[in-house]
């Protein structure tokens, strides 16, 4: 009633039997996604899910072996690779405009909802809720990630804030790091950074809502700034998955990337508490 819905309802087994339904949206608690992926795959409808897909790249996999077998499109938030900014980092990086990316930063956190639980719970946390963002975006940048090793900082019984950092080695030969966390409160710097053996790429923001890019070669020896409309909307997977029905056509989002990075999450995970680099 308060958002002028015209039809809503419960029972997720009668809305997945409607024939009139060609897709689905899945955006309950992050535990619940993969069973309500998999019931709707089953049901034949096309499935768009919100971040993270699954809760391990085994599950995820499972998942897409079950659309590719009923010919359905499956898709997953993040959709940071989507953005003008992004597409234009890509380029410049393509174009050899710093040179050989070296190492990278990535940093994105805040204090944490303070309307539902489920954030905080098994199979949820902030590297699957934040640091999602800053994997995807590093790896549709730099390729993908070699091994990862990870490190949190403790947490008080019932605490709820937690910093995650992680170390990534990429199979480039590129390393960076990766600043993550619920209660990491205000910061003033950019999401993501590349810095390359003849310059220094930074997004300016937050790679879910970027405005711009800064850029610094040695050959200019100063910063040049790239404005981007901020017209751009964190939801455009939406308008990429319904295309991607629409026209029969793959789209831009990458079922592949988005498993790659759920691996990356497992294997950071498997090393805190095997305190090893995990390849």
Do not use: N
């Not at 993040?78 to 940093?107: K, M, N, Y």
């Not at 008080?156 to 966390?181: D, H």
């Amino acid at each position: 009633e308060i958002f002028g819905i015209a039809e809503c309802g419960t029972d997720i087994a009668a809305l997945l039997s409607r024939k009139d339904i060609d897709a689905v949206i899945v955006l309950t608690p992050m535990q619940c996604h993969a069973e309500h992926v998999r019931l709707a795959l089953a049901s034949g409808k096309h499935v768009l899910s919100e971040k993270t897909l699954a809760a391990s790249a085994e599950e995820g996999r499972g998942l897409t072996a079950l659309a590719a077998e009923r010919g359905l499109i499956l898709r997953a938030a993040p959709f940071t690779t989507l953005s003008p900014v992004f597409r234009d980092a890509r380029h410049r990086l393509e174009r050899g405009e710093i040179g050989e990316a070296l190492c990278c930063r990535a940093l994105y956190g805040w204090e944490g909802p303070d309307w539902a639980d489920w954030f905080f719970r098994p199979g949820a946390g902030a590297l699957r809720d934040l640091g999602v963002y800053a994997l995807t975006t590093l790896t549709g940048l730099l390729g993908p990630v070699a091994s990862v090793f990870a490190l949190a900082s403790a947490v008080e019984p019932g605490g709820r804030g937690q910093g995650l950092q992680l170390s990534l080695r990429f199979a480039s030969g590129c390393v960076g790091a990766v600043t993550t966390g619920f209660g990491l409160g205000k910061f003033q710097a950019s999401g993501i950074e590349i810095y390359g053996s003849t310059g220094t790429l930074q997004f300016i923001g937050q790679d879910w809502e970027p405005k711009g890019l800064q850029l610094w070669t040695t050959e200019t020896g100063c910063w040049q700034m790239f404005d981007q409309e901020a017209t751009w909307p964190w939801t455009d997977g939406v308008r990429d998955f319904c295309a991607s029905i629409i026209e029969e056509t793959a789209g831009d989002l990458s079922i592949d990337h988005a498993l790659h990075v759920l691996d990356i999450i497992d294997q950071a995970l498997a090393s805190l508490d095997g305190g090893m680099p995990r390849p």
